[in-house]
T-cell receptor, first 110, second 116 residues
Framework: KNQVEQSPQSLIILEGKNCTLQ??????????LRWYKQDTGRGPVSLTI?????NTKSNGRYTATLDADTKQSSLHITASQLSDSASYIC?????????FGKGTRLSVIA | DVKVTQSSRYLVKRTGEKVFLECVQD?????MFWYRQDPGLGLRLIYF???????EKGDIPEGYSVSREKKERFSLILESASTNQTSMYLC???????????????FGPGTRLTVT
């Protein structure tokens, strides 16, 4: 069964600190992996999208990695800001439709 | 910029009412999707559409129907709203899948529906 598991479920960090969110998937065949950021009460917004051949992609302070052999991805946030407080959703594409993780709820506190 | 708009941000309806949620996209996308999002369950696909007048069931279609009469517009219909349909509803759109490449899905802002 195609599944995407994210950890941790929730995370609280101090402003300015770094953090890493994890995503493990069992989706086949694999096409690409995306990370979305969803602010409370808003729709998800894409941060990165990686294909099978890419193992790192950055978007400002966000860096996503992909290990297609172990079927793992991580999202690293550097020098966190209060505005990073949101849910981060890992989404894996086989064929349409997409397979969504349940998200990690990140809270950045001052 | 891609824009996906939804007819309402917040909606309160009574049990048994017929509810229409509308979604419009302005990027000439072939694919459109309706999801619901609940705490602890993540996003779940209700229905999607590859083209005008085409529809496919997602993971949880029971209690819902959809309509796509025009390419830019995709409507979700709750024939007889029930309290367990209280949720956040998200619409998304994308270009058609080509050669196993899933194009970016763009999401609307969501509609928070409460059924009392």
């Amino acid at each position: 069964k195609n599944q995407v598991e994210q950890s941790p479920q929730s995370l609280i960090i101090l402003e300015g600190k770094n953090c890493t969110l994890q995503c493990n998937y069992t989706v086949s065949p694999f096409s690409n992996l995306r990370w979305y950021k969803q602010d409370t009460g808003r729709g998800p917004v894409s941060l990165t999208i990686m294909t099978f051949s890419e193992n790192t992609k950055s978007n400002g302070r966000y860096t996503a990695t992909l290990d297609a052999d172990t079927k793992q991805s991580s999202l690293h946030i550097t020098a966190s800001q209060l505005s990073d407080s949101a849910s981060y959703i890992c989404v894996v594409s086989a064929e349409t439709p997409l397979v969504f993780g349940k998200g990690t709820r990140l809270s950045v506190i001052a | 910029d891609v824009k996906v708009t939804q007819s309402s941000r917040y909606l309160v309806k009574r049990t048994g009412e017929k509810v229409f949620l509308e979604c419009v996209q302005d990027m000439d996308h072939e694919n459109m999707f309706w999801y619901r999002q609940d705490p602890g369950l993540g996003l779940r696909l209700i229905y999607f559409s590859y083209d005008v007048k085409m529809k496919e069931k997602g993971d949880i279609p029971e209690g819902y129907s959809v309509s796509r009469e025009k390419k830019e517009r995709f409507s979700l219909i709750l024939e007889s709203a029930s309290t367990n349909q209280t949720s956040m509803y998200l619409c998304a759109s994308s270009h058609r899948v080509q050669r196993r490449r899933n194009y970016e899905q763009y999401f609307g802002p969501g509609t928070r529906l409460t059924v009392t």
